[in-house]
Nanobody, 126 residues
């Protein structure tokens, strides 16, 4: 079982940037598609972005397209989410997740992911 730990969240003003990291232990991530999700208070956990196991392809929710970039460093067993031009509506707890199965693409449904981190809070102020 893989353990995922997110970091990099915090408080930022609207228009600012943050970079989230997700470090894995217990299993190599190099064969698994990875994703980022977010959950605002009182709302469901929504898909943000995913990246294919080999980094060849990415997919984004419409709400973050052009502002967020997902990337990965398989040598470091780490996935990143660069968030630019942040808006108040980006405020949420952000979770990284690993696909249940290896070597799949595309993967973007919450049910496709089997391992989750504990989340990191991102708060965007006006």
């Amino acid at each position: 079982q893989v353990q995922l730990v997110e970091s990099g969240g915090g408080l930022v003003q609207a228009g600012g940037s943050l970079r989230l990291s997700c470090a894995a232990s217990g299993r190599t991530l190099s064969m698994y598609t990875m994703g980022w999700f977010r959950q605002a208070p009182g709302k469901e956990r929504d898909f943000v972005a995913s990246i294919e196991w080999n980094g060849a392809n990415t997919y984004y929710a419409d709400s973050v397209k052009g502002r967020f970039t997902i990337s990965r460093d398989n040598a470091k067993n780490t996935v990143y989410l660069q968030m630019n031009t942040l808006k108040r509506e980006d405020t949420a707890v952000y979770y990284c997740a690993a696909d249940k199965f290896a070597l799949r693409w595309p993967v973007r449904s919450r049910d496709d992911f089997g391992s989750w981190g504990q989340g990191t809070q991102v708060t965007v102020s006006s």
